[in-house]
């Protein structure tokens, strides 16, 4: 079979990674991927929101399954050009993913169905809003209700903060006219637990915990995240039924009882606080770095998998018990400004898998064009084990112009001591 995937970033290559391992994969195409995707799959510079072209690409090269990547293709209308034309895709409809693209949306699902989540407020009007937060205590959590890249939440500690941020999303219109949800902050352990979906049939992966946060400690500014690992000591299997049973299936059956069933990945963005597990977000497609640490486990054909949940089958799937941990190399001022096209010297025997995120062929030259560059990641029996390891394989990588965080996993140790 012909596969194309919809994306270009450490996720997409994970996902053409795995795909490649299926002996049912002939060829695999990527729309538009990367420098490093290039080495197993043919890039088509078709951008991946277009869904029109995308959908003329896939019919004209008789694609037998597409997996949509990013969100911002889900919320063009991607999946919905592809089902109108009966063609194979794997990512929920634009109004399915509403789960992810409307926080209002989420929150009136997850309430109407007693899905635990932070209490809260939805405004359009500033004044409201200001009055709304001076009345509630500190710190208090500010969200658009939109897709802003990663960048729409807002903690505020004091009051001012809490209003320029208001200001910023209702007023001057930052991310876009729309409305702000306002929610009581939660504290606790944030996991991310992903789920194929099909409708209401339901397969977890393992859970991985993603580092937002710029620098060590999590300290600096948010990122689209600087690493992530899997074998979590926190949660337990306990803690997976209860967020399978009380979270994910509820809104899983949620959406098709509206009548927009959900096919592809449901990502949970849970936290485990004193008082049970609760939704800080849904996402409505794999995570970001969680994929490129949860992939390397799946010992089932991905192929199979994707094209079963897209035919609305139920699907089971065999992981690996083995630890990963992936370190995410950013270039020197991200998120903020950074330059490209920093030479990159990759070491030919690094005993790493690497995902590239923001990488570029320049006459044969690997160089840096992004933000977040590439993602190392390694697997061992153990976690200890894979944090050695990584942590050796990345000192390896000759950059200028990279940065990566030094303590990716730090958490899983200190919450054992
Ligand atoms: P989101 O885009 O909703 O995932 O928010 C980004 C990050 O902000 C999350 O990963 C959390 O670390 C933090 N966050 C969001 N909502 C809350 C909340 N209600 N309480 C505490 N932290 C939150
Ligand atoms: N890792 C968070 C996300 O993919 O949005």
């Known amino acids: 079979m012909k596969v194309l995937v919809i994306g270009s970033g450490g996720r997409c290559h994970a996902i053409v ?30 951008a991946d929101t277009d869904a029109e072209a995308l959908a003329d690409f896939a019919e004209r090269n008789e694609i037998g399954l597409t997996v949509v990547g990013p969100e911002a293709a889900l919320d063009r209308g991607v999946a919905d050009c592809f089902k109108r034309k009966n063609l194979r895709i794997f990512g929920p409809t634009k109004a399915a993913a509403r789960i992810e693209s409307s926080k209002d949306f ?115 500014p948010n990122t689209g995240g600087m690493g992530a690992y899997t074998g ?38 849970l936290i485990k606080t004193a008082d049970g597990i609760k939704v800080i977000e849904f996402n409505a497609r794999f995570g970001d770095p969680e994929t490129e640490v949860v992939l390397p486990l799946l010992e089932s054909d ?32 991200y998120p903020g400004s950074y330059e490209k096209g920093c030479a990159i010297d990759l070491p030919a025997d690094l005993d790493a898998t690497v995902y590239h995120m923001g990488t570029k062929l320049d006459a044969g030259r690997l160089v840096t064009a992004g933000g977040r560059v590439m993602i190392v990641v390694c697997a061992a029996a153990t976690l200890a084990e894979a944090r050695d390891k990584v942590r050796r394989q990345v000192e390896r990588i000759g950059c200028d112009n990279l940065f990566h965080r030094n303590d990716i996993a730090d958490k899983a140790f200190k919450n054992r001591e």
């Not at 979590?232 to 049973?245: K, N």
């Open 106 to 220: 989420a929150k009136r699902l997850m309430t109407e169905h007693g899905v635990p989540t932070a209490a809260y407020r939805t405004f359009t009007d500033y004044a409201a809003a200001v009055e709304y937060v001076r009345s509630h205590s500190l710190p208090t959590v500010l969200k658009y209700d939109g897709l802003a890249a990663g960048k729409g939440v807002v903690i505020a500690n004091t009051f001012d903060e809490a209003e320029q941020a208001l200001r910023d999303m209702l007023v001057d219109d930052r991310f876009g006219h729309g409305r702000v949800v306002v929610e009581e902050f939660l504290q606790g352990e944030e996991f991310s637990l992903m789920c194929f979906v099909s409708g209401r049939n339901l397969c977890p992966m393992p859970v991985a915990q993603d580092h937002k946060r710029a620098y060590d400690n999590d300290e600096g």
């Open 302 to 333: 991905l192929c199979r998998l994707m094209c079963d949940v897209a035919d609305g089958k139920a699907v089971e799937a065999r992981w690996s018990d083995m630890a990963t941990i992936g370190v995410v190399l950013a270039s020197k001022g």
């Open 17 to 46: 990674d795995a795909l490649a391992k299926s002996p049912e994969v002939e060829k695999i195409y990527c729309a538009p991927g990367n420098a490093g995707i290039a080495a197993e799959a043919q890039c088509v510079a078709i």
């Open 232 to 269: 979590l000591p926190f949660i337990d299997r306990s803690d997976i039924d209860y967020a399978m049973e009380h979270i994910m299936r509820p809104v899983a059956e949620a959406l098709d009882e509206e009548g927009t069933p959900f096919c592809g990945v449901l990502y949970g963005g």
